[in-house]
Each structure stands twice: as C-alpha cells, then as structure tokens.
C-alpha cells in the first residue's frame, strides 16, 4: 500500500497516535474537514504540527482583511512558482468549496487584476528575494482601482512565503497526493535540466537516471576545459581551481536554465506561472557586482 511519503515505508508510519499526536490530527480534520498527507506526516512530530496548524488555521480560516477563496487563490499562486502540484490541486479544490469562482482556475490570466499583480512580488519572493525593494511595495499601494490596502498586502505576503516554505516541505518529504487528488503521482520536482523529468512519475527510475548521467558528462567536460583553461593561465592556483570547479557545478545542478521549461509540467500548474523561465540565480557570482541584499544581524 501507499503511504503519504515516497521517502517513509508505510509500515514505518505507526499505527496507533499518542495522546499529543491524536489531539493535532484531531485538529487538523475539525478544522479542514480530512487529515491530508501533510499532516500525517507532520504528525509524526506533535509539537511542530501543532504549530503548523495553529499557523495555517489563522492565516486561512480566521478573521481577515482578504476573503477566504482569495487566500486560497495566492497559495495556488505561490505554489506554482515552485512547481508543487500537490499545494496546487490542494488549494483548488479549497478554493471551490469557500465559493471561489471556476472560472480563475483557468489560469492566472482569468483572475482579477489585483491578483495579477502579486505576480512580480510573488516570483521574487520565490526565487531571489533579495531584490524586492520599497518600489515593489509602493507599486501594489498605489491608489487605484486594483489597489492593495496595507493590512491585505502583509496578509497576502505572508501566505506567499509560507506556501514557498510548505512546497519545499512536501518536496524534502516526498509527499505523495491523496487518492482522490488526481494529478498524476507523487512531487517529485522538476529537473532544471531535463525534458524528461520524473517529476510526476511514480519513482526515479526511466529517463531520470538517464538525466542524471548526462549531467555528470557535462560536469566532467565542463571540468576538463577548466584544468585546459589553467595550463594557460599564470598565477592560478589549486585552490582558485577548486573554487571555480565547485561554481560550476552549482551553476550547472542547482540553477534552472533561464531557456527551458519542463514539458511535463501539468497544465494545472503552468496555467498559473507567468515568466515561467523566472528561476534562482546565484546573487554571489564571482567577479559580478553584488546586489543589495537585506542584512539581518
């Protein structure tokens, strides 16, 4: 049988709750109407899902500046900018049963402008957050007919970060879509670099494998130009070697082609991405200016 995680045996899942973790599920299902595979999960650590659902009833459920459909409506939002299909089919079937309209889920080009305009905040905030700045608050502050008034913005901010923070969650814990979740298989996400992803395949295995070897094959190229590249170079050291080696890698495994979006992607979830090549890009590159970023001591 299938459990609620790729990464944790369903024999492995006990059976029989203690008092503390019984009382959070308990919660969980008062409050959404259904345990999801999120919280079983999170319920094998009673003090972090209490937390969790504490966080997640107030930000959805409680007294607000922003209408419940459009709360769930930014969580699909921010969901789709990493991808996650299961935070997406989730906060869709949310979004029909508090009244949100069919016709948004068409994509984002149907949803009201106001919505539309969290774009920009919300793909920084997922990729490179060090680059919003005041313009982008003022921008969405603005008088006007689409305007944000101040205590609706920070709510909507909020959810923005929290569903790019619980799309990594469900991705690090492999969790799978319930039965009647029907979006293909578990979330796995995509590969930056491969149009034959096994994002949404029921394992690793296939064409993934064959990804992963062509990686390594571009590494090595990319490794023997560099060791060329030295012979030619004065002064270089083993240790500048090392250190250009190591960002090559990274740029190569961890940053998305800016070119390049996976055609298995679900048309659930490209249909609510706009720039959808927008990805992370490494704001420590040598020899480049850095941008501001904010500090926090």
Not at 201 to 206: E, I, R
Request: aromatic share 8%; hydrophobic share 35%; net charge negative.
């Amino acid at each position: 049988a299938r459990g609620p995680s790729t990464f944790i045996p369903l024999g492995e899942i006990p059976q029989e709750v203690g008092e503390s973790s019984l009382h959070q599920l308990l919660e969980a299902f008062v409050s959404a109407g259904r345990v999801d595979h999120v919280a079983m999960v999170m319920g094998l650590h009673p003090q972090y899902l209490s937390s969790f659902w504490k966080t997640q009833y107030l930000l959805l459920r409680m007294d607000g500046p922003l209408p419940y459909h459009k709360r769930h409506y930014i969580a699909i939002m921010a969901a789709a900018r990493h991808r996650c299909s299961y935070l997406v089919g989730l906060h869709m079937r949310e979004f029909l049963q508090v009244g949100g309209s069919p016709a948004w889920l068409q994509g984002l080009h149907c949803a009201p402008q106001k919505l539309r305009n969290l774009n920009e905040i919300n793909k920084l905030l997922a990729h490179r957050p060090w680059l919003v700045t005041k313009e982008h608050i003022e921008a969405l502050l603005r008088p006007g007919q689409d305007s944000w008034s101040l205590a609706e913005l920070v709510q909507a901010l909020v959810l923005l970060t929290h569903y790019h923070s619980l799309a990594s969650f469900v991705f690090g814990c492999g969790i799978r879509p319930e039965g009647e979740q029907d979006m293909g298989s578990s979330c796995w996400p995509p590969s930056p670099h491969s149009n034959s992803s096994p994002a949404f395949g029921d394992s690793m295995g296939g064409s993934g494998g064959t990804d992963a070897v062509h990686e390594v094959e571009v590494l090595m190229e990319r490794m023997k130009l560099l060791q060329e590249n030295q012979l030619e170079e004065e002064g270089v050291t083993q240790e500048e070697m090392a250190t250009r080696f190591e960002l090559e890698k990274t740029e190569n495994l961890l940053v998305p082609s800016s070119d390049i979006l996976d055609p298995s992607l679900q048309s659930n979830v490209r249909c609510f991405l706009e720039d959808p090549e927008f990805g992370y890009k490494d704001f420590t590159r040598r020899g480049e200016q850095a941008p501001p970023t904010f500090r926090a001591q």
